[in-house]
């Protein structure tokens, strides 16, 4: 099968991801057919569109070349609607199983054979998802990371060889970066970093070695900042000097092993979640939810302009 | 005291670490006076940090306004002359408490009473390096991150607020970003981080979940990006929407509860070590340690030439 330069994408889910998948297909020429069962998130959905186009526009993900002109919008008032026309379905339910299986029925009823089916989902798996399906081959899970238009990532699983590779060339076409599992995991691969993380940061603020704002702020400024050119991985490889990651683990192979016991674990009581809720507001320091999304976004956006498209340190 | 505007710094140790805090110092017009008792390391200590110096002045690091005349360099041929008219003593001594002990028994004999002490200490505490000194009170752990011309965070512990602000004032005035600990932790916060993270990324491929560099890939692309920009406790608190964190772990707390459940932890066995290092001579597929290097040293640059001063999010 050839595929389609301006593929034709149902966006199954209103809300911020919806949002965020539309922007980026119409940013970069695809038509978009955009569904919601609550009327309330279908009206007024291109208008919330907006503010993705323009960010996008000013990182220059705005297609191949710049030049393609922006796809098509239709909001449609069913899922057939949205999906009879489609190269690939993203869908964006909330995370629930029973409801994203009866939504895979409708899909599969109403999709054309070749048709790509794909989930944002970041809680399940696809073995969670696909038990009711009729042709699981071609459904994949594509978790995006938040917010999808700005941060690259997206992780993806599927049985079918063929299907990855036509979905991995999709989702390259509209600017974002792969990542293969090889292997259906509760958390993929970055949410599964970032809860390791996150219990030890809480662990941290628990014990009283930092506040919350310090935990925040050495994240950014040391590790998230290498982390945002260099992987986990590569680092100890760097580390390890011209023996490289296998000089590493022979020399401070046992230190980390040692340090992984210190680590820490904490339950949610009632005591840690006050302490992390009043760390965050300290550090917030009065600034809203609003203002602290603008100040990521305007961050990102710095950081993404000056990306090299193919950083692969 | 009023604090100098040209501070002498004596830096110990001319390895990696100390030409970061030389070139760091000189660009920002601080005076150094640096020793290590190898002679092949005091010899041609000027000429390496030719390139840390050229990379600062790639970002902007040349001192407030970036117009005070670059600092003096002398290279010392024992400790007492390096460290007697120093403001500050920057420690980078090999991670044994032995060795590091009687250096600070010699250095506290050579220096004057003010001098602050500061040890770059990453796998040693405050309490393991000060039991045999005579003022421990003027003595911090100050831990920089790899590479730490670049990196612009600094970890700081110390007993004496005094001497913590006048520590900090001088990190600062060099263009780094302090992140202060309450209490003496191994590894500090950004290495109790960045071990707890890999403890999962190698989990990931030693589970066969993903390969080396798909782990890399996803970390860079996902949240290594957020986070170069926003921290982990902030990341849940904008995730929590309009409620914010309180919001977060009232719905999301148990299900990240339950995700850390299913997070691994794997010994370091031959095994996992030959993944480890097949993994990477496939991420890195040919390029040399030193190729690495030097592309994260220019996607360092790029990042930090847009970063903002006070980003603060």
Chains 1, 2 share one sequence.
């Not at 238009?149 to 060339?169: D, F, K, M």
């Not at 305007?298 to 993404?304: D, E, K, N, S, T």
């Amino acid at each position: 099968m050839s595929e389609p330069v301006k593929w034709c994408v149902a966006v199954i889910g209103c809300g911020l991801i919806g949002e965020s998948w539309a922007a980026l297909c119409l940013a970069h020429g695809h038509d978009v057919r955009a569904w919601d069962p609550a009327a309330e998130r279908r009206e007024g959905f291109a208008e919330r569109l907006t503010r993705p186009l323009a960010q996008l526009a000013e990182v220059g993900q705005t297609g191949p070349g710049g030049n393609l002109p922006r796809g098509h919008l239709t909001v449609t008032a069913s899922l057939p609607e949205a999906v009879a026309q489609a190269d690939i379905v993203q869908e964006n339910a909330p995370e629930q199983i029973p409801l994203k299986r009866a939504l895979y029925t409708e899909i599969e009823a109403a999709a054309t054979e070749d048709a790509i089916i794909a989930s944002s989902t970041s809680a399940l798996t696809w073995s969670d998802l696909t038990p009711e399906m009729r042709n699981p081959d071609r459904f994949i899970t594509a978790h995006p990371f938040n917010p999808p238009h700005l941060i690259p990532l997206v992780e993806l699983y599927g049985t079918q060889e063929r299907v990855l590779e036509r979905a991995e060339a999709f989702y390259r076409g509209i600017g974002r970066i792969p990542a293969r599992l090889k292997k259906d995991a509760v958390g993929h691969i970055a949410n599964r970093l970032a809860s390791a993380l996150w219990r030890e940061a809480v662990h941290i603020v628990a014990e009283d070695i930092a506040d919350v704002a310090s935990v925040d702020a050495a994240l950014r400024h040391g590790p998230g900042l290498r982390w945002s050119v260099v992987g986990a991985h590569m680092a100890y490889h760097l580390g390890g000097g011209t023996g490289g990651m296998a000089h590493y683990l022979a020399h401070l192979g046992p230190s980390q092993a040692r340090r992984w016991k210190t680590l820490g674990s904490r339950d949610l009581t009632p005591e840690v979640c006050d302490l992390l809720i009043a760390g965050i507001a300290e550090e917030a320091a009065g600034r809203s939810i609003a203002d602290l999304e603008a100040e990521r976004d305007a961050g990102l956006i710095r950081a993404l302009k000056v990306r090299e498209k193919d950083n692969d340190v």
